[in-house]
Every structure is written in structure tokens, then in C-alpha cells.
């Protein structure tokens, strides 16, 4: 997959808002896998104003660390989203870095990251949450 055309695409996901998060926790069938979905920005619509809600989805997940405090929240992604793809793993860091990490060690550092084999994502109109 072209990460960098992805995140192009979604402005990197600067200023996107994370609507909902699911977890899936391996059993012996399943490994464990994430899904996301994100309020952003379409460069190739123009409906609502180009917003969207992107749904990733993140499979066969190695690691991952959600922390949020009353003080520090990554539901607004300022520092948009970035991702590494290396050693057939994908690397996601939701806005805790303010510049690309250039080492999975450096995305291990972030408050908000997911480590998994593969990632698919679609995108559908913008709608509301409650």
C-alpha cells in the first residue's frame, strides 16, 4: 500500500477528530485488530464541505498504547498522523509526535500508537456521532 498517498489524500489527518476506536483481542482463531474510525478532510470530495468519516482498520496487531489523561488527548489529531511501514509491519503514531518518527523505536514512544501487518481503510460520508 502507498501510505504517503493515503495520508496526502486526508491532509495527513491534521486537525481530524477520532469518532470511535475498537479493539479486537486475539483468541486462538483471531489475532488481535484495531479499528478507527476518523472525522477528516477529502481531498477528492467536495460533499459536506469535503469532510468525511475514514474507517482504518488495523489486522494482525503486535502492540499497541492508548493513554489519555484529563491533562494530554489524542481524540483531535493537531499533529496529524503518521506511519511507518517496515519489516512487514505497519507503524501508527495518532498525533503524540509533532514530526514524522523515523524508527519504530521513535513510534514506540508516542501515548497513541498501534503496531500491525496490514492495513485496509475506507472512506464513507461524514456523519454525526452521538
Do not use: C
Not at 66 to 95: A, P
Not at 124 to 129: A, G, I, K, L, V
Request: no cysteine; proline share 2%.
Amino acid at each position: 500500500m502507498k501510505t504517503n498517498k493515503f495520508l496526502e489524500r486526508f491532509n495527513f489527518f491534521y486537525g481530524s477528530v477520532i469518532r470511535d476506536v475498537k479493539i479486537s483481542f486475539r483468541n486462538p482463531s483471531f489475532a488481535t485488530n484495531v479499528k478507527i474510525i476518523i472525522s477528516t478532510r477529502d481531498k477528492e470530495t467536495s460533499e459536506s464541505g469535503s469532510w468525511v468519516n475514514v474507517s482504518v482498520e488495523i489486522d494482525k496487531v503486535t502492540e499497541f498504547n492508548f493513554r489519555e489523561t484529563s491533562k494530554e488527548s489524542y481524540q483531535v489529531l493537531s499533529n496529524g498522523l503518521h506511519i511507518l511501514e517496515s519489516e512487514g509491519l505497519f507503524y501508527f503514531d495518532f498525533g503524540f509526535h509533532a514530526d514524522a518518527p523515523k524508527s519504530s523505536e521513535e513510534f514506540k514512544e508516542s501515548n497513541f500508537y498501534i503496531v500491525g501487518q496490514s492495513l485496509n481503510w475506507k472512506s464513507e460520508p461524514y456523519q454525526e456521532f452521538s
